[in-house]
Nanobody
Framework: QVQLVESGGGLVQPGGSLRLSCAASRSILSIAVMGWFRQAPGNERELVATITGGSMLNYADSVKGRFTISRDVTKNTVFLQMNSLKPEDTAVYYC?????????WGQGTQVTVSS
């Protein structure tokens, strides 16, 4: 079993920045893929950004150029730097990790972009 603990959400004005963190209870050197999804009220959960064990990156078109995913393997943590935030980025952000063929999810952290 793997625990994923997110932090860093909050309220920010449009154009502002936030950095989300996701700490895993197991070494992230063995992940197949890890990253972030989000879900806004009334919407399905959607991919935001992922990083594979081989460091391949993938971003949703809506966040390219604004969000950056990275990892610190010494801390078993993945980060999501979010810049130029827009009201439509408002959602609960979930950390995700796949170890082998098993998927794990964090409990989510709320990000609200509003003036």
């Amino acid at each position: 079993q793997v625990q994923l603990v997110e932090s860093g959400g909050g309220l920010v004005q449009p154009g502002g920045s936030l950095r989300l963190s996701c700490a895993a209870s197991r070494s992230i050197l063995s992940i197949a893929v890890m990253g972030w999804f989000r879900q806004a009220p009334g919407n399905e959960r959607e991919l935001v950004a992922t990083i594979t064990g081989g460091s391949m990156l993938n971003y949703a078109d809506s966040v390219k150029g604004r969000f950056t995913i990275s990892r610190d393997v010494t801390k078993n943590t993945v980060f999501l730097q979010m810049n130029s935030l827009k009201p439509e980025d408002t959602a609960v952000y979930y950390c995700y990790a796949r170890y082998g063929k098993v998927d794990y999810w964090g409990q989510g952290t709320q990000v609200t972009v509003s003036s």
